[in-house]
């Protein structure tokens, strides 16, 4: 009987978790938390329109160049995913007769993995939940795309001194996310964590034949900062948004560490937290060709 890579992944991600468990002297991190007063962002699958609006803003507030498509001489802009020129971007999902956007930009976990992996200290949280990019202390490791569940962070190839991309919330913006500003139909919105939690669940309560019951990112990976709803006839696996525990992923990661670490273990640490993060990531993959998702384009 063979394994596959997704098999392989998850018995050592569980042999991983069993040893540090084990080991004497474990003991579990505590998880970092969504605070109510955090901004935060929620989409709503069900109003959006399929626009671009927010994604257009969204090259314009961060200064990203299009990302030109020539067909019969016209010239579009026609992002294709998230990119070293895309912080966010809209796709569609379609099934027979059934179809439904989705936008995706970063999550902003509450207990980012990005950040717990990143050794140079270039990924953080800032005071109010934002996790941001500091460009100038990023050594190019790519450890957090390996890391993020969500497949976020994207690397500038084509320069010479390669950096991260991905959307920090448009914190150099006194007027917060432009993406949340330019919605016609208030599918994306912004505010802080404890209203917007409120805002999902008086939509979903108002609605409950249209709704999906659940809040996404409420509880995934211990909590995020983005929000989504979504209809009852597409659930959000065929979105595209992975099906994570309720635990944050470092949290795992890192009590493996620092108990193996106990040991004189380091490489052993590490390996632990990038075993996780692969394991977690193939789900993702395998969920994103079920979902057989398409580019909004
Ligand atoms: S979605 Fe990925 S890049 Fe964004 S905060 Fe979470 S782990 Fe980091
Ligand atoms: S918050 Fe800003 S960077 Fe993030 S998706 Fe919206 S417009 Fe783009
Ligand atoms: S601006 Fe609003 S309605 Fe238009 S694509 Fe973005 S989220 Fe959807």
């Known amino acids: 009987m063979s394994l596959s890579r997704r098999d392989w992944f998850k018995s050592l991600s569980a042999a991983g978790l069993a040893a540090a468990v084990a080991a004497p002297g474990a003991q579990a991190r505590e998880a970092k938390t969504v605070h109510p007063e955090d901004i935060g962002m929620l989409y709503d699958s069900t109003r959006c329109v399929g626009c671009r609006a927010c994604t257009t803003a969204c090259k314009e507030a961060n200064g990203l160049p299009p990302d030109v498509v020539e067909t019969d001489g016209a010239a579009y802009n026609a992002p294709h995913d998230l990119s070293a020129t895309n912080k966010s971007i809209l796709k569609l999902y379609r099934e027979g007769d059934t179809a439904a956007f989705v936008k995706r930009q970063c999550m902003h976990c509450a207990d980012p993995a990005c950040v717990s992996a990143c050794m140079a200290g270039a990924l953080h949280k800032t005071d109010n939940g934002i996790v941001a990019y500091d460009k100038s202390v ?8 390996i890391a993020c569940a969500f497949d976020v962070p994207k690397f500038t190839w084509t320069e010479p001194l390669p950096l991260i991309v991905k959307c920090e919330m448009c914190r150099h913006r006194p007027e917060g996310p432009a993406c949340c500003e330019v919605c016609p139909r208030d599918a994306m919105i912004t505010g802080t964590m404890a209203a917007l939690t409120e805002e999902a669940h008086r939509r979903v309560n108002g609605d409950p ?4 019951p659940k809040v996404y990112g409420e509880h995934e990976a211990g909590g995020l900062h983005v929000l989504y709803l979504t209809g009852k006839a597409v659930p959000f696996e065929k979105l595209g948004l992975p099906d994570v525990p309720g635990q944050p992923i470092p949290q795992t990661s890192e009590t493996i560490q620092h108990t193996l670490y106990k040991g004189f273990v380091a490489p052993a640490a590490l ?3 990038f075993t996780f993060a692969q394991y977690f990531n193939e789900r993702r993959r395998q969920a994103a060709e079920d979902a057989g998702q398409e580019d909004k384009s």
């Open 138 to 145: 990023c050594v190019g490791c790519r450890y957090c795309q």
């Open 271 to 273: 390996f632990g937290l």
């Open 209 to 212: 034949d249209a709704y999906d």
